[in-house]
């Protein structure tokens, strides 16, 4: 692509996402998935890969498999089955993965799909290429001060199921928001835990940019990104690093890049391989994977161990995006708090159950997308990580409704709430914090300020409405928050009009 004004070139970002499956032991033998075991502590022959070894499907894993990409729109494949991808690295000692690949003739689980997301200028879908199941490797350890490398087998043969979209993404943001709503969707489905942190969810990202209307331009990939910040920092590097070498007139290599996140860039690691590298064949030791469709095919075909698809389109819960509905319909929510709060279902999960307890949702909302999760993103927290349930949070609405204390309070409440899991009441009694609704002691603070501030009583006697918010402020400082706000307003009136 030569050298043209940046302006006219359009970002292309297609996704390959690993998600760690909720089984209990290993794709193909039945060493157990803890997460955390000490290093080659879950580990046999099979995933070891020592001759003679023979794998065994996981047939818990193939119905994860089959239920995300029922949730995903997606073309349930009645028959697939598994490959090996050679290629050589200290993690894998079998020197190759099984995984499936895309053929004609055998196709992966599932393709075809697609998931709606908020986009820039209103909601879209966003295709899913293939659904398909493989093995994790090991993994390597590289020790701060010493010059060898360790290998911890516990993750190799662990359950994964890749998801591919299509090139459908535009920037940075509608990444991380498509990756959100997956996250959200997989978690309600019960698919995967999907945290990040554990690795149980990671991030392969191609990029390219072209003018629009034009064949994609060179992609470079940028591997094992494992949080939503760092997916969208390194897609703004890389497509302001591509920007920078077309305007120049060079041209970008495809290769595979990693994410320093440390130094914010992204590196070249190598040359990216094209699918002829890995020398794909058929896993000779696996059968074919058959899904029936219904449970009249499932005896016909004499397939046991497998649920049919017609029965887990059935078995699924409300999805993210129906739940979305619901709040937009039955609860009043605006789009932007409605998106956030189902784009986790731990968060999801929680506003209902505040919501069963105090029936105001868009009070719950207010409080959950505001200052709740401000505070999670200033800390870097999910909301399952704090000390609170429901409760503590449906107590402290019902303290501000009730008129115990003013909202001011309560947010000055919740820090302590968040970091202690104190109960608010106990926090109000402990501190003296209840509202002051006592007329008698708000006249004496109200004629004091009144004293104290002859302008701004002029300027509420000659229509200006700011000087009375003044005023209430003022009573509000004095009190530390406590005073009720409504009855220190009807005080100031009186006494105006009295004067």
């Known amino acids: 692509?030569?050298?043209?004004?940046?302006?006219?070139?359009?970002?292309?970002?297609?996704?390959?996402?690993?998600?760690?499956?909720?089984?209990?032991?290993?794709?193909?033998?039945?060493?157990?998935?803890?997460?955390?075991?000490?290093?080659?502590?879950?580990?046999?022959?099979?995933?070891?890969?020592?001759?003679?070894?023979?794998?065994?499907?996981?047939?818990?894993a193939v119905e994860l498999g089959v239920r995300t990409a029922v949730a995903l729109n997606c073309t349930v494949h009645p028959e697939s089955r598994f490959?090996?991808?050679?290629?050589?690295?200290?993690?894998?000692?079998?020197?190759?993965?099984?995984t499936q690949y895309q053929y004609l003739v055998h196709p992966p689980l599932a393709s075809g799909g697609w998931m709606e997301i908020a986009a820039e200028g209103g909601r879209r879908r966003v295709g899913i290429?293939?659904?398909?199941?493989?093995?994790?490797?090991?993994?390597?350890?590289?020790?701060?001060?010493?010059?060898?490398?360790?290998?911890?087998?516990?993750?190799?043969?662990?359950?994964?199921?890749?998801?591919?979209?299509?090139?459908?993404?535009?920037?940075?943001?509608?990444?991380?928001?498509?990756?959100?709503?997956?996250?959200?969707?997989?978690?309600?489905?019960?698919?995967?835990?999907?945290?990040?942190?554990?690795?149980?969810?990671?991030?392969?990202?191609?990029?390219?940019?072209r003018r629009p209307g034009e064949a994609l331009g060179t992609r470079t990939e940028?591997?094992?990104?494992?949080?939503?910040?760092?997916?969208?920092?390194?897609?703004?590097?890389?497509v302001a690093r591509q920007r920078e070498l077309?305007?120049?007139?060079?041209?970008?290599?495809?290769?595979?890049r990693h994410w320093d996140e440390d130094r914010g860039v992204t590196f070249a690691s190598r040359t990216k391989e094209e699918a002829q590298d890995y020398r794909y064949f058929p896993e000779p030791d696996l059968v074919p994977v058959v899904v029936?469709?219904?449970?009249?095919?499932?005896?016909?075909?004499?397939v046991t161990g497998i649920t049919p698809v017609e029965e887990v389109r059935r078995s699924l819960p409300e999805l993210p995006e129906q739940r979305r509905g619901r709040y937009l319909r039955d609860y009043g929510l605006s789009a932007q708090d409605a998106d956030l709060i189902v784009s986790s279902a731990g968060m999801a999960a929680f506003f209902e159950e505040v919501v069963r307890r105090f029936p105001q949702p868009r009070t719950?909302?207010?409080?959950?997308?505001?200052?709740?999760?401000?505070?999670?993103?200033?800390?870097?927290?999910?909301?399952?990580?704090?000390?609170?349930g429901p409760d503590h949070l449906a107590e402290l609405l019902d303290l501000i409704e009730t008129g115990t204390i003013s909202g001011r309070t309560a947010k000055e409440l919740l820090p302590d709430m968040l970091t202690t899991g104190s109960r608010p009441g106990e926090l109000v009694r402990s501190r003296g914090l209840g509202q002051i609704s006592d007329r008698e002691a708000l006249r004496a603070v109200v004629e004091e300020v009144l004293r104290e501030h002859p302008a701004?009583?002029?300027?509420?006697?000659?229509?200006?409405?700011?000087?009375?918010?003044?005023?209430?402020?003022?009573?509000?400082?004095?009190?530390?928050?406590?005073?009720?706000?409504?009855?220190?307003?009807?005080l100031l009136r009186e006494h105006l009009e009295q004067q």
């Open 222 to 238: 940028v591997k094992n990104m494992n949080s939503l910040r760092s997916v969208e920092r390194a897609l703004l590097y890389e």
């Open 1 to 60: 692509m030569s050298a043209r004004p940046a302006v006219e070139l359009e970002t292309v970002i297609g996704l390959e996402i690993h998600v760690q499956l909720l089984t209990q032991s290993k794709m193909f033998c039945a060493c157990p998935t803890t997460f955390g075991a000490p290093p080659n502590t879950q580990v046999c022959p099979v995933c070891l890969g020592l001759p003679g070894a023979l794998p065994v499907l996981n047939g818990r």
């Open 129 to 209: 290429r293939r659904v398909h199941l493989e093995e994790d490797t090991g993994r390597l350890v590289h020790p701060a001060h010493g010059r060898y490398s360790l290998v911890d087998y516990n993750r190799s043969g662990v359950p994964l199921m890749e998801i591919v979209t299509d090139p459908d993404l535009h920037t940075p943001t509608e990444a991380r928001r498509f990756l959100a709503a997956l996250r959200a969707l997989l978690q309600a489905i019960g698919v995967s835990s999907g945290r990040m942190e554990e690795g149980s969810l990671r991030v392969d990202a191609n990029i390219s940019l």
């Open 83 to 98: 490959h090996r991808k050679n290629y050589y690295y200290p993690d894998l000692p079998k020197n190759y993965q099984i």
């Open 364 to 388: 719950v909302s207010h409080w959950l997308v505001g200052e709740i999760t401000a505070y999670l993103n200033a800390q870097g927290k999910e909301l399952e990580d704090l000390p609170i």
């Open 292 to 302: 029936p469709r219904t449970a009249a095919e499932a005896v016909a075909l004499g």
């Open 246 to 256: 077309l305007a120049a007139g060079r041209i970008v290599e495809q290769e595979t």
């Open 456 to 490: 701004p009583v002029a300027d509420v006697r000659a229509g200006k409405a700011r000087a009375m918010a003044f005023l209430v402020g003022q009573v509000m400082k004095k009190t530390r928050g406590r005073a009720n706000p409504e009855m220190v307003t009807a």
